[in-house]
């Protein structure tokens, strides 16, 4: 269904075709009844383009600012942390971590000869297993060294990041 | 100098932890966004409660926000649904407008007002009375394409409907609100608008 008001309402606000255009300025010439419809909408229209929009409290702004200082709204710092750091710091743990593991499996010796006896008799832990190479790369190994040496590094980083927010967050 | 700056340059300085560049925010858009939560409130009080938590959530997900739409259209679509949330939790029925009682205040308001008066208040004064009175969904739309400077579609966006929903919803809205304006001022209005 597209009344007159309709379609003048349309016409109005520039939403109908050329075609449908051009045929309501025909229509306004014309016909009076239709262009009397047509400025009366118009007037309508214009009063309500011309209206005022109300006025909140004089402190509004204050109000929402102190909102947000209250409620300890940060987030958009906080998400505007780069997730990459993240992601590279987590995968940097698990990628250090499936090395430990392949290099301790690795450096233990497992014998043959153990392993084919019965299983009753292979409780116990295998006489050929050798906890010397890893007790030499507890106390020795230059990786894990330098792996405590980040993680101590990686801490402090964070933890002056985090007294930083805080500052940041007080001084706001 | 900072008026001059854009929403986006203002969002981006908040990100980088300017807060003084969101207040600049708030200030650009409180009006409107106080205007529009009048529509679902009627009242002052609420309306401010309204209005500031929209900005404090606007706030929050500052960073979420794709800049591929605008920001007042984004603004508004967090001031709808907020003030939606709003009507539900103090369970405002939508229609107590149309109640009895709100008549008989309306018909006394109307009845007290001579054409002094009628001459002396303002025709926005009047126009947002009748709006006030509208469904809350009716109230928006006007208030969106006309205040907000919005288009059918950025108003389809931020009240979550089709564009030519909008637009039908917007020619209905516009026919009750000459009814009420009609109501309201009884002979008036063919003078007044």
Known sequence: MNTIEERLWNYIDGT??????????????????YRLKFEELLNFDQQLVK??????SMGFTYKVMEGIRAEHALQPLKAGIN??????????????????????????????????????DNIKLPQGLDFSGFKNYLNGSVILKVFFVFDVILALFLTDAYFRRKKLSKQV | MQSK?????????????????????????????????MRFSKSREDAEEIAQDCFIKAYRSLASFQKQSKFSTWLYSIVYTTAMTFLRKKRVDTDSIDD?????????????????????????????????????DDATIITLFYMGEQSLEEIGQAVGMEANTVK????????????????????????LI
């Open chain 1, 51 to 56: 209206m005022e929009m109300e006025e909140p």
């Open chain 1, 16 to 33: 109908c075709s050329d075609e449908e255009r051009k045929a309501i300025d025909m229509l306004i010439e014309q016909d009076a009844a």
């Open chain 1, 83 to 120: 997730k990459n750091i993240i992601k590279f710091i987590g995968g940097f743990f698990i990628v250090t971590i499936t090395l430990l593991v392949i290099y301790l499996f690795a450096s233990v010796p497992v014998s043959h000869a153990n392993l084919s006896k019965p299983l009753t």
């Open chain 2, 5 to 37: 700056l854009s929403d986006i340059d203002l969002i981006e300085q908040t990100l980088a932890g300017n807060q003084a560049a969101y207040a600049d925010l708030v200030k650009r858009h409180q009006r409107f966004v106080f205007t529009l939560a």
């Open chain 2, 168 to 191: 039908v919803k917007l020619f209905r809205a516009r026919q009750r609100l000459k009814e009420k304006l009609e109501k309201n001022l009884k002979g008036e209005v063919k003078e």
């Open chain 2, 100 to 136: 009895e009682n709100t008549y008989i205040q309306l018909e006394n308001h109307s009845s007290g007002l001579n054409n002094d008066m009628a001459e002396t208040k303002s025709r926005s004064y009047y126009l947002n009375q009748a709006i006030g009175q509208l469904l809350p």
